[in-house]
Structure formats: C-alpha cells, structure tokens
C-alpha cells in the first residue's frame, strides 16, 4: 500500500497535534481525587501521560488494579472507600466494619482493610487493602457519605463472621442492637437466609440475645447455665411484690424456686452510690423470700466450676425454701 505525500503530511500533523486536557472534568470525576483509568480513557487523558505520572517519583500513584490516586499524599478513610468501591466495579457496596462505621456504630475494630460485596458472576479479586466477597445475594445498597453500603444488619454481620473471638462478636452486636439501630429478630433472619461460613459465633450470641441476654458477662453466665443441668433461667426479668413494686431485675432468674442470679461488675464497686442500690435490691429480695447469688464476671471465666457448685447449691436450698413454703 502506497501513502500520498498529503495523507502523510495529515497523520504527521495529527501525532504532533496535542488534545487538551479538560482538568476540570477529572476533577468532577474523581471526588476524592480517586478515578479508574478507565474514566481516564474515557476522559481523553493519553495512557503515555497516565503512565508518566504513576512512575516512581511522580504526581500520581496506582493503588489497586486500574485505580488511581491522582496524589502522592496519605490515603484517607473516604480515598480508600471510593478505591475499594471503584475497584469493584458499579454495582460493588461497602460492608463489614467500613459500613458498620458509617452506619453509626462507634465501638469498633480497626479495619485492616476494606470489605466490598460484588455480583457471584463478577471475577474481581482481593487486592492489597481491599477484600472482595463475591455474593449471590448482593442487598440494594443505602447510600451513606455518599458511598454505597450494604444494610447495617448485613453490614454487621458480614463483620462478625470474619472475628475469631466470641466477646469481639457479643460487643459488636450489643452496641448495634443496644443502641436500637437493629432487632435481633432481623439479625437472626438474615443470618439464616445467608452465607453459612463463620456463622457459629454470631449464632451463639443471637442465642443469648433472643434470651434477653444484655451483655459480654451475661453472655458467659448464659453459657455456664447451659451445662448446669439445672432448669432454663430467664435472663433479665422484672420481679414485683405483691403490691406491684419493683423488688429487682435479677440477671438470672428461676421461677419455680425463687433463685435469682446476680453478675456484678466490679463498676458498681467503684461507686458508692451504684454499691448501695446493689445492697438495696439483694436486701428486697432476701426480704421476700429469693435466694440471690451473686458472682463476679472474673468468676465466670477463672473459676467457672466454683460457680456451678454455688448455684447448684443455692438451687437445693432455694428449692427447699419453697417446699418448707
């Protein structure tokens, strides 16, 4: 094939030709100075000059596979949000302890990374800062700080079934459900109707807590009840005299006998007021006629055999009480 002098003249002129860059429109793109080069592409932005600027020692830097900071500085939460949702592809959504936190919840772990759900079909994988759960049951997002995130009932337990520990998942359930901003009820549900992987845990403390088991120390008197081979406690319980006053609301309670089972914090001991209405509500019950036990939370988990024979103890004399009665 032969060229004409003119159609050569006309490439020449259109490599020496430079298209430029609209920086403004990339700045509308990349909020948080985070964009794909992709949107680059589309952008017009030659790859010679994406390239450039990502070397060592330049203005840019590649974060993650076709992701870029158009910065050197240090990455910020919001960056490595937008990075980790860009890197996932649009239907990507935030979960885990990232979405948690932008639930509302505050008592949390730090995240070593950020956990993204993306479509089952997608083949996106974990990279560097960024865990990817592919989903067949991917939720319709809530939009928060401007990011997509899954439901905070799918948030939290998408974060609870990656800890180890059975305390980091009773705390991280608590505060969620304490603080009204979930129903275990709905917990429950969800947890049922997904992914059965690290689910044991966060079935246990859903357990407690559809037992009206309120805390970390409850959760291990509930589990200590369990293997007693004494009848079922109702945890939490509002007990009332006669004339409808309230005597006390014991943490364990068995009915049938009148036991009532006391986990005191060492907290109250702190303060003198807290350890008066201590003595005050053991006083009340003894006075009707309740055998109260009274255990420290270290005892449950240093001298856990020590407990039982306690309860067990104060079941027999409790169960005597009433049969004198």
């Given at each position: 094939?032969?060229?004409?002098?003119?159609?050569?003249?006309?490439?020449?002129?259109?490599?020496?030709?430079k298209?430029?860059?609209?920086?403004?429109?990339?700045?509308?793109?990349?909020?948080?100075?985070?964009?794909?080069?992709?949107?680059?592409?589309?952008?017009?932005?030659?790859?010679?000059?994406?390239?450039?600027?990502?070397?060592?020692?330049?203005?840019?830097?590649?974060?993650?596979p076709?992701?870029?900071?158009?910065?050197?500085?240090?990455?910020?939460?919001?960056q490595?949000?937008?990075?980790?949702?860009?890197?996932?592809?649009?239907?990507?959504?935030?979960?885990?302890?990232?979405?948690?936190?932008?639930?509302?919840?505050q008592?949390?772990?730090?995240?070593?990374?950020?956990?993204?759900?993306?479509?089952?079909?997608?083949?996106?994988?974990?990279?560097?800062?960024?865990?990817?759960?592919?989903?067949?049951?991917?939720?319709?997002?809530?939009?928060?700080?401007?990011f997509?995130?899954?439901?905070?009932?799918?948030?939290?337990?998408?974060?609870?079934?990656?800890?180890?520990?059975?305390?980091?998942?009773?705390?991280?359930?608590?505060?969620?459900?304490?603080?009204?901003?979930?129903?275990?009820?709905?917990?429950?549900?969800?947890?049922?109707?997904?992914?059965?992987?690290?689910?044991?845990?966060?079935?246990?403390?859903?357990?407690?807590?559809?037992?009206?088991?309120?805390?970390?120390?409850?959760?291990?008197?509930?589990?200590?009840?369990?293997?007693?081979?004494?009848?079922?406690?109702?945890?939490?319980?509002?007990?009332?005299?006669?004339?409808?006053?309230?005597?006390g609301?014991?943490?364990?309670?068995?009915?049938?006998?009148?036991?009532?089972?006391?986990?005191?914090?060492?907290?109250?001991?702190?303060s003198?007021?807290?350890?008066?209405?201590?003595v005050?509500?053991?006083?009340?019950?003894?006075?009707?006629?309740?055998?109260?036990?009274?255990?420290?939370?270290?005892?449950?988990?240093t001298?856990?055999?020590?407990?039982?024979?306690?309860?067990?103890?104060?079941?027999?004399?409790a169960?005597?009480?009433?049969?004198?009665?």
């Open positions: 094939m032969t060229w004409s002098a003119t159609e050569v003249l006309a490439i020449v002129e259109g490599m020496s030709r298209t430029p860059i609209d920086w403004d429109a990339i700045a509308t793109v990349a909020k948080n100075r985070i964009i794909t080069t992709r949107e680059l592409d589309d952008l017009g932005v030659p790859r010679k000059t994406v390239s450039d600027r990502t070397d060592p020692g330049g203005p840019w830097r590649r974060l993650l076709g992701v870029i900071q158009l910065s050197t500085g240090h990455l910020t939460t919001e490595r949000y937008d990075a980790a949702l860009r890197y996932g592809g649009p239907e990507a959504v935030l979960t885990g302890i990232s979405a948690a936190r932008l639930g509302g919840l008592h949390l772990p730090e995240a070593a990374g950020v956990h993204i759900l993306i479509p089952h079909r997608s083949r996106c994988l974990s990279s560097r800062f960024v865990t990817i759960e592919r989903t067949r049951r991917l939720p319709a997002p809530d939009c928060r700080a401007g997509a995130v899954a439901p905070l009932v799918r948030a939290v337990l998408d974060a609870a079934r990656r800890f180890r520990e059975l305390d980091e998942v009773r705390a991280l359930l608590a505060e969620a459900v304490q603080r009204g901003l979930v129903k275990p009820e709905l917990l429950k549900k969800e947890l049922e109707e997904g992914s059965g992987r690290g689910t044991r845990l966060p079935r246990m403390v859903l357990d407690e807590m559809l037992a009206n088991v309120h805390s970390a120390a409850e959760g291990w008197a509930f589990r200590l009840a369990e293997r007693s081979g004494l009848p079922p406690m109702q945890w939490n319980v509002r007990l009332l005299d006669s004339s409808g006053k309230l005597l609301i014991p943490d364990g309670w068995i009915d049938e006998v009148g036991l009532a089972w006391q986990i005191d914090s060492r907290a109250y001991h702190l003198p007021t807290s350890y008066d209405a201590t005050q509500r053991h006083s009340m019950m003894t006075a009707a006629g309740i055998i109260v036990v009274h255990t420290l939370p270290t005892q449950l988990r001298d856990p055999d020590t407990v039982l024979e306690q309860l067990r103890g104060a079941y027999r004399l169960g005597h009480s009433a049969h004198e009665g």
